[in-house]
């Protein structure tokens, strides 16, 4: 949980998103399992989260990231056996969708206006965006902090992959 409050105003968010379009990596972790200081990362200090640092707020049950791609072909097919995920853009976006334990296709889901997307854990998904997106990892279930990090699984670690058709 996290141990204190945080608030991240939307101009700070804003200007995060301008920092990270000028950036090769284009994405930033706000909320982490645990600081890694050998990435430059430091402590959040006080309630106010500010863009201008590299500063993160640990905790053991939240994550929480922000990404900005143009013309974004996502990341791979992945689930999580112990996190809900929920993005959340004003950009158009799609996502293709499917059970891990289901056999057959993946479904594509599209969505116009941007949104927000509820994944349950056991949900492959692979998620194609241009534009800013948030994402929040909820760990649901018994999971220590070590493995959290370690909770995403592609379609090379998948059981299910046999019998599994990819969106690609």
């Known amino acids: ?3 204190r409050v945080l608030i991240i105003e939307n101009l700070e968010l804003e200007k995060l998103f301008s920092l990270l379009r000028g950036e090769v990596r284009k994405d930033r972790k706000i909320v982490v399992p645990r ?13 106010f989260w500010k863009s201008d640092e590299r500063r ?3 905790s053991d049950r939240v994550q929480f990231s922000v990404a900005c791609r143009e013309n974004s072909k996502g ?4 689930y999580h056996k112990h996190q809900l995920e929920i993005y959340f853009s004003r950009f158009p976006f799609q996502i293709f969708l499917k059970n891990v334990e289901g056999k057959g ?7 116009k206006s ?10 492959c998904h692979f998620i194609q965006y ?3 997106i948030e994402v929040l990892q909820i760990v649901v279930g018994d999971i220590r902090r070590e493995e959290i990090e370690k909770d995403k699984f592609s379609c ?5 992959r046999e019998g599994c058709e990819k969106p690609f």
């Open 1 to 3: 949980m996290v141990e």
């Open 35 to 47: 600081v890694l200081k050998e990435f430059g990362e430091k402590e959040a200090e006080g309630v």
């Open 56 to 58: 993160v707020v640990e």
């Open 75 to 78: 990341e791979k097919p992945h």
């Open 105 to 111: 296709k993946f479904k594509l889901y599209k969505v």
């Open 114 to 123: 941007g949104g927000r997307m509820f994944i349950p854990p056991n949900v």
């Open 130 to 132: 241009e534009g800013d």
């Open 156 to 160: 090379d670690q998948c059981p299910f």
